[in-house]
């Protein structure tokens, strides 16, 4: 999966490669989130368990589609975690809860699910990375700015634009204008190292490179 993808465009894709391999979701998880867990506890699995997680994974993302509440989704990921013992498929699940609660506005509930991916991944994992974006955001929501930040400075591999363009949103709504736009123009410029489109992050340094009476960079501060 290309790293310039933004955040959600590889949920998007997550969700249609689940479709499309589900006899074979498994083994293509080990292999897609490099060290997440290891061969040694895929081979752990037996068919049954892992047919199970699947069916239970499935049904959580056909119950969100269809406006299910977290709270029942959380129940369909309890399942998950305490029957079938399925380490990937327990965090994909709380990750979807989490998107849920969030979508709520219950943020309270979608910071327990994500920590709960963070209890079970490598920090430096595509899944962890991601993971601590959402975290980054929903700490940011419940006025944890300082938290919020310093996830946001480690920065990421997998999703170096949206680290960067989160940071500089918190700034901005901050007023710290001089910082949400050193944070732009880094989003700015891992994009279009990546190939990607920046047309959003572009008129948001335009405009506050017109406020703080800064130069227009192409390249992120160094």
């Known amino acids: 999966m290309a790293d310039h993808l933004q955040e959600e465009e590889q949920i998007d894709a997550i969700k249609q490669w689940w479709q499309e391999n589900k006899v074979s979701v498994i083994g293509a998880i080990v292999l897609t989130l490099g060290g997440s867990f290891g061969w040694s506890q895929y081979q752990d699995y037996t068919s049954a368990t892992a047919i199970a997680a699947a069916d239970t994974y499935d049904e959580i993302l056909l119950e969100r589609a269809s406006g299910e509440s ?89 999703f170096p634009v949206s680290y960067a363009q989160v940071l500089g949103d918190i700034h901005l709504a901050a007023g710290r204008e001089a910082a949400a736009l050193e944070a732009y123009q880094t989003a700015k410029a891992a994009s279009l190292m990546l190939g990607g489109q920046s047309g959003l992050i572009d008129l948001k340094v335009s405009s506050l490179s017109l406020r703080t009476e800064q130069p227009v960079s192409e390249d992120a501060p160094q």
């Open 70 to 158: 977290a709270d029942q989704l959380a129940m369909l990921a309890d399942t998950i975690r305490d029957e079938n013992g399925s380490i990937a498929f327990a965090e994909f699940a709380a990750l979807q809860v989490a998107a849920a609660a969030a979508e709520e506005g219950d943020f309270e509930q979608a910071q327990i699910e994500l920590e709960k991916v963070m209890a079970g991944v490598e920090v430096d994992s595509t899944l962890g990375q991601l993971a601590q974006l959402r975290l980054a955001k929903v700490k940011a929501a419940l006025g944890q700015e300082e938290a919020a930040i310093a996830i946001l400075e480690l920065g990421s591999d997998s």
